[in-house]
């Protein structure tokens, strides 16, 4: 029997000699075990990758505010990743509130005492929680299923249930394994299972999922537990806020600017943002052509708003001034707009100049790195390049303008190409090679004295490869 000073999970339900006959949903919070929900400061600001509103937040937030999952080094919880059965049973121990001593008995054959989850299995196999499988593994390595894992709460749970003779769910029959379980978890109300009505219990869990079922057995036990009053995420350097006021937090379409010279427009992503406090900026350069500016609900735009939202950034994108050639590249007075709409936001916004992002494909990688960086970097100090099929610099021994000291330790450049964006590969570029411009950017700033990265994947072209920018950043957002 498991009852603690932290949590009453396993054997609550065993003391209440509940018995349950799964014919319908039961509400989560029926039971003496069921409390009204309080408020906790949590000591920790949120996960980089899951922001207040994404998917699977508040059991999320709850796993870390409890420290039953301190997710990665670099800030970020990956809710999209799988996890494995290993991970699963640290969670599931943090979880009871338990302490195991676990000696140096070796209970399966690939968790020997040096693993990390070694405390936490062999306390699931001292309660009957997992006995592992055949072979005398327990699979530490090996991604759980929504089945294994329903079997592994309805244990923990404590719960006697009856399974219906009729199967719920079509795809699971009265002698499947996990029957039981995946119906006791139907049966309690603590998953809806899919809507076509199956429960899968063959696929993967995912991380966010995994919060999701052990929010709802605490729930279900426990009663709701707190909201958590989250503290707000430091940028990764000192604030450098360029004071601008009056301008509006919105969503919109071709917004005029001119700095004088020359004159287009923008698309403008910030109706998400409050306005409360200095923020970073993301602005994306489109290829030669302009499909991402024209047709942005057609390209990575979305995506990049999505990483804008997750991280409190303005998502800014404009039409090259230059439409004649719809192009970034084939001017610096086009570079020069550029920058001089950024001067221009941070007198409209409050924007921090230490969180300054430029991305860019094709024609707009080569904008990024043969004008932005190399020529108009004084109009900001932190933050990140990410250029995707293009970023060449040709000729050069140094930059044309000079490179501050403080965003030669603040700013990274990354380059991500396919291996086939070349002509000799056939890839999609036509005459332009993305590979060797990539190389020659990477190695240019590199020898700068830049933190750079260049990443070259195999089988990829021209189209193929644009994806991975948005991918790309949001591993760069994360480690900040």
Not at 363 to 378: D, F, I, Y
Not at 386 to 413: C, F, H, T
Not at 455 to 471: N, Q
Request: aromatic share 10%; charged share 15%.
């Amino acid at each position: 029997m498991l009852v603690t000073h932290r949590r009453r999970i396993a054997g609550v339900m065993a003391i209440l000699a509940i018995t349950i006959t799964l014919t319908g949903p039961v509400a989560a919070s029926t039971g003496p075990a069921a409390e009204a929900a309080t408020t906790k400061a949590c000591a920790t600001p949120d996960f980089t990758d899951v922001p207040r509103g994404a998917n699977f937040y508040e059991a999320i937030t709850w796993l870390r505010c409890e420290q039953i999952s301190t997710g990665y080094a670099n800030g970020s919880y990956a809710p999209h990743q799988q996890i494995t059965r290993g991970e699963t049973a640290q969670l599931l121990y943090r979880l009871s509130g338990e302490t195991h001593s676990a000696g140096n008995s070796i209970d399966f054959t690939d968790v020997p005492a040096s693993r990390s989850a070694f405390t936490a299995v062999s306390w699931m196999q001292a309660k009957d929680y997992s006995t592992g499988y055949a072979d005398g593994t327990f699979g530490v390595d090996r991604p759980i299923t929504r089945g294994e894992l329903a079997a592994f709460l309805y244990r923990m749970s404590g719960d006697e249930a009856t399974a219906p003779a009729t199967s719920p769910f079509p795809d699971m029959g009265a002698r499947d394994n996990f029957y039981t379980p995946a119906t006791w978890f139907h049966g309690t109300g603590m998953v809806s299972g899919y809507a076509d009505g199956t429960f899968r219990p063959h696929r993967a869990v995912t991380r966010g999922e995994s919060a999701k079922f052990l929010y709802a057995l605490e729930t279900r036990v426990n009663g709701a537990p707190p909201t958590y009053t989250v503290p707000v995420r430091q940028s990764s350097g000192p604030v450098n806020a360029t004071g601008g006021k009056g301008g509006t937090y919105r969503d919109a379409k071709a917004i005029t600017f001119s700095n004088g010279t020359t004159s287009s427009q923008y698309h403008l992503y910030a109706g998400h943002l409050k306005g409360t406090t200095p923020h970073g900026i993301l602005i994306h350069l489109h290829g030669d052509g302009g499909f991402e500016y024209r047709e942005p609900q057609w390209s990575t735009v979305p995506a990049y708003e999505k990483l804008a939202e997750q991280h409190g950034l303005m998502l800014v994108v404009p039409r090259t001034p230059d439409q004649g050639t719809n192009t970034w590249w084939r001017k610096d007075s086009s570079g020069k707009y550029a920058a001089d709409l950024l001067k221009d936001l941070g007198q409209k916004y409050d924007l921090d100049l230490n969180q300054v992002y430029w991305t860019g494909y094709s024609g707009g990688a080569e904008t990024v790195a043969r004008h932005m960086v190399n020529s108009h970097s004084a109009g900001w100090t932190g933050g990140a390049a990410v250029m995707v099929a293009g970023g060449g610099i040709y000729g050069q021994q140094a930059p044309l303008r000079p490179i501050s000291s403080a965003l030669m330790k603040n700013y990274e450049m990354h380059w991500v190409v396919g291996a086939d964006d070349t002509p000799s590969r056939g890839g999609a570029s036509g005459t332009f090679d993305a590979v060797h411009a990539a190389r020659l950017g990477s190695a240019f700033y590199s020898g700068q004295g830049m933190e750079t990265s260049l990443t070259i994947k195999p089988g990829m072209d021209h189209w193929e490869i644009a994806p991975s920018g948005p991918a790309k950043l949001a591993e760069v957002l994360a480690s900040r």
